[in-house]
């Protein structure tokens, strides 16, 4: 709801604010819930990628308002990667009281140094004024699939490839319908040559 009512958590600053005062400060479980830093994650039983989801929602709304953001999808792809990767500290244990068991500032980096040190690659080349409310249209119709994330290790076919398994395909209707047309002259001609025999012409 912040991200709508106020352009400022539509920069990658205030967006890096939102995920650790509603997700890492007050005490989102990554351990539990991605299985951040952990063996045998999905025997979970309470695994649930609810922070995947909230950045999946959040480019859903980008993509509706494309000019409205500072950051880009590679910006939530990172972040969704490093959730599950472990590289950083910010993701990890399930509170800050666990953090600080293990001494994970001093231990680990936080994805946000990583994130902002090349900050030019995550920024979006339509970025406005960042607009005021913004009023998504949250209906069925609207929702994609994230390619970019769920897909992106899937292998799309090269487009002569397509082409050439179009061509084939029309080829091979057209030659069907060659032959239908034949075999239908073929009966035709069968039963005038037995109409005629009927009647005696040789």
């Not at 509603?22 to 351990?31: L, R």
Request: proline residues 3%; aromatic residues 12%.
């Amino acid at each position: 709801m912040q991200i709508l009512i106020d352009p400022y958590y539509r920069t990658v600053d205030g967006f890096e604010v939102v995920v650790e005062k509603e997700f890492v400060w007050p005490g989102h479980q990554f351990a539990h819930r991605l299985g951040c830093g952990t063996e045998n994650a999905l025997d979970y039983s309470e695994f649930c990628p609810v922070f995947l989801q909230f950045l999946d929602c959040v480019w859903q709304v980008m993509e509706q308002f494309p000019t409205a953001f500072e950051f880009n999808e590679l910006f939530l792809r990172e972040i969704a990667h490093h959730s599950f990767a472990a590289r950083f500290g910010t993701f990890l244990c399930n509170c800050e009281k666990q953090r600080a068991a293990v001494d994970l500032k001093t231990k680990t980096a936080s994805l946000w140094s990583h994130v902002n040190a090349q900050a030019e690659k995550f920024r979006n080349a339509l970025f406005g004024d960042g607009g005021g409310l913004l009023m998504p249209d949250e209906t069925v119709r609207r929702l994609k699939v994230w390619e970019g994330l769920y897909m992106q290790w899937t292998v799309k076919e090269p487009e002569g490839k397509k082409l050439m398994d179009e061509f084939i395909h029309q080829k091979l209707e057209k030659q069907r319908e060659s032959e239908l047309k034949l075999k239908e002259k073929e009966e035709e001609l069968e039963k005038l040559i037995e109409m005629a025999k009927q009647q005696g012409i040789e």
